[in-house]
């Protein structure tokens, strides 16, 4: 037996529950609340109700204006990526010239990407990336899938990988007596609790990491040309068009993270065209800068010295300038990470509410847009702790990549099942050669070879 407004048992209906009393003096249940659009007071209205939701989203103070948008798709793009794979590439391609055409022919595929999810954003609009695109593509359990997915092998796992790399740099610039595992907690540690304590001073802090990365970013590419050594080689090596096509597969996944926008859009701005611009013009900073980077990298120095070398900038800084600078690159890259932490920790927060607002999550991970997530930090936080100290993600990341470009993919793809949709003719063109592109990439990514 329920009260009669339908919200609270009868045991514990009183008039302050299930009433509130107007000016006039007559009581006005929360069901005529939830019914009468005159009816302005959000506190008749339970919080988990749609129109309360729909209410404090067009209401609330934007948690990110475009140029914290913007910067937080480049924190969360830019990581090891670049550093390393570079090295990987000159040694199965053997070309500088090949390797400069996979990282710009990554950057055409990651604006490709931009603007496929800009199409889906337009078509099904709000925050929650894959989750929301697929409940709304296919079906409502086939975005519980992707959004547990995501959760999982799009933050989690990444969260943790970068807490160990920030500890493997760290430790080789300054070598201390603490495991690995050690510092990546304390390093986890640390990012959590500043975003933690407090949700305006967390975002300064990560405003400020991200400047500094970017920054030293910046920096790095003026002291890489300004030592280089210029050599143009002729292109003379044969190569097979699948080893491209898998070096291209692993470019891809450095230029990931383009899509950070449409996990926290509510919280962006109620213009949608914001939020697509905020994915644009990230997304075209990181591409210059790795292409850019690469340039005096593959062509300032002989580049046989850096083929399957993981730790490229060190090798170059030693060739060009016969100065060891391992300890400084590899301090800077660890303190580059730290933005890269951040970024994951303050999107992930952001899927959890959605699911929590479409009730497929408790509503203790549910808050309001432009609220502090503090419940939400910590449980995200205990988790990736776990993966840190008890999981072997070595293999994870390998399937969480191809996890996540199989999501990609299917997201894009839902724009062909979805009801009574239009798009232009660049749409629809645009969405089809990201689809056949991500195919081939998950056709050459996949768990099969592994081992290959």
Not at 8 to 28: D, F, M
């Amino acid at each position: 037996m329920v009260c009669p407004t339908g919200f609270e048992p009868a045991t514990s209906c009183t008039p302050s529950k299930c009433s509130t009393k107007l000016s006039h003096g007559q009581p006005k249940s929360r069901n005529v609340a939830l019914l009468d659009p005159d009816v302005n007071d959000l506190d008749l209205v339970p919080k988990t109700h749609a129109r309360y939701i729909d209410k404090m989203h067009k209401t609330h103070k934007p948690t990110f204006n475009q140029s914290r948008a913007t910067l937080l798709v480049a924190a969360n793009s830019i990581g090891t990526g670049i550093f390393t794979t570079t090295g990987f590439l000159l040694a199965d391609l053997k070309s500088p010239w090949l390797v400069l055409s996979v990282w710009i022919l990554g950057a055409v595929y990651s604006l490709l990407g931009v603007f496929s999810y800009a199409t889906l954003h337009q078509v099904f609009p709000g925050s929650g990336g894959e989750y929301h695109f697929l409940s709304k593509a296919f079906h409502p359990y086939v975005g519980v899938g992707a959004g547990f997915v995501t959760i999982v092998a799009g933050f989690t796992a990444p969260l943790a990988a970068a807490s160990m790399a920030f500890s493997v740099y760290f430790l080789r610039a300054v070598p201390l007596n603490i495991s690995s595992t050690g510092l990546a907690v304390l390093v986890m540690s640390f990012v959590f609790l500043f975003h933690f304590i407090s949700h305006q001073k967390g975002m300064r802090w990560h405003d400020l990491f991200v400047y500094g990365k970017l920054l030293f970013f910046f920096l790095l590419i003026g002291i890489c040309f300004f030592v280089a050594d210029w050599q143009w080689p002729q292109t003379t090596e044969s190569f097979s068009i699948w080893t491209y096509a898998r070096s291209f597969f692993w470019v891809a996944y450095a230029y990931s993270g383009w899509n950070a926008v449409y996990y926290i859009a509510s919280e962006l701005t109620t213009n949608e065209s914001n939020v697509n611009r905020a994915s644009y013009l990230g997304t075209s900073l990181v591409s210059i800068l790795y292409v850019v980077l690469n340039v005096p990298l593959l062509f300032g120095m002989n580049t046989q010295r850096l083929e399957g070398v993981a730790e490229v900038m060190a090798v170059y800084f030693a060739a060009t300038t016969g100065y060891s600078v391992e300890r400084s690159v590899s301090f800077i890259i660890a303190m580059g990470l730290i933005s890269t932490m951040s970024a994951f920790l303050l999107i992930v927060p952001r899927i959890y509410s959605r699911m929590a607002e479409d009730k497929i999550l408790p509503e203790f991970f549910y808050f309001l847009p432009g609220h502090h997530p503090r419940r939400v930090f910590f449980v995200q936080y205990v988790s990736t702790i776990i993966v840190i100290v008890f999981i072997d993600f070595a293999t994870m990341l390998h399937y969480a990549g191809f996890v996540l470009t199989v999501c990609s993919f299917f997201s894009v793809a839902g724009l062909y099942f979805a009801r009574k949709i239009h798009l232009s003719w660049l749409q629809y063109m645009g969405t089809i050669i990201y689809v056949v592109i991500t195919a081939l990439l998950i056709l050459l990514g996949g768990p099969w070879f592994a081992n290959n």
